[in-house]
């Protein structure tokens, strides 16, 4: 696919580390290339001109200019790329502000990847039908109507995001691993890490091997059946 075919994205977060998350999801998804990143809004205003984005994947709550005043000012710039706000913000007034400044999207942190997926194809689906003169009330209502997939529900105590991070790093892994193994690289405490690969055990994602030696508890180790759906679509 050539660069010019790509939609073209600026990610603004000021949080490193869901920067990275936020790359890495957009990475999997076929037909969108990451053209730059911002950690607040002035910059994100900055890069624009230069960038010509299609599309900003745009956090609200930011040092020196917050994404809601940002999305104001794109809405009265030229070019004036799409926004999707990604954000921890849950009250209902900060999502009428967004949706009132033309906010294609709103999705609520923390969130799974097959929910910024979703809305990213469906912005696809938008941009295709922008392109045409007329538009019939069938397609319409399929793009402003088609039902959001259902998250998936969770155990109390498990969040989406640290449950996406352990999927996404045993989809990489070729060996089994153990607990400890799997708390150090994602960075949580181990009995953590043991509640989020149990629960794989349990949705059949990920198959338990119980190592026996000659003294001391049985080691329980973890490998991925079918991480891999969650890492590559």
Do not use: W
């Not at 911002?38 to 890069?47: F, R, S």
């Not at 319409?140 to 997939?149: A, E, G, I, M, N």
């Not at 529900?153 to 089994?176: C, D, M, N, W």
Request: proline share 5%.
């Amino acid at each position: 696919m050539a660069s010019q075919d790509f939609i073209r994205i600026l990610l603004v977060e000021d949080d490193p580390m869901v920067l990275e998350i936020n790359r890495s999801m957009v990475q999997k998804i076929p037909g969108f290339l990451i053209t730059g990143t911002a950690n607040n809004g002035v910059k994100a205003l900055q890069l624009i001109p230069s960038l010509k984005p299609d599309l900003l994947l745009l956090d609200i709550f930011m040092p020196e200019q917050d994404g809601l005043k940002t999305l104001k000012k794109i809405r009265q710039g030229n070019p004036s790329p799409d926004v999707i706000l990604i954000t921890a913000a849950e009250e209902s007034r900060f999502i009428h502000e967004a949706l009132q400044n033309g906010a294609f999207d709103y999705i609520i942190k923390p969130f799974t990847y097959e929910r910024l997926k979703q809305a990213l194809l469906k912005y696809r689906e938008y941009r295709k039908l922008r392109s045409h003169k007329k538009v019939s009330q069938e397609e319409l209502d399929r793009l402003l109507f088609s039902s959001v997939k259902k998250e998936e529900e969770l155990p109390k105590g498990l969040t989406p995001l640290t449950l996406y991070q352990i999927r996404s790093f045993l989809a990489q892994q070729r060996k089994s691993l153990s607990a400890e193994e799997v708390a150090q690289a994602i960075g949580i405490a181990r009995v953590t890490a043991r509640r989020y690969l149990d629960y794989l055990v349990q949705q059949g994602d990920v198959e338990l091997e119980i190592q026996y030696g000659s003294v001391g508890r049985p080691i329980h180790r973890y490998l991925c059946l079918r991480c891999d759906q969650y890492d590559q679509n």
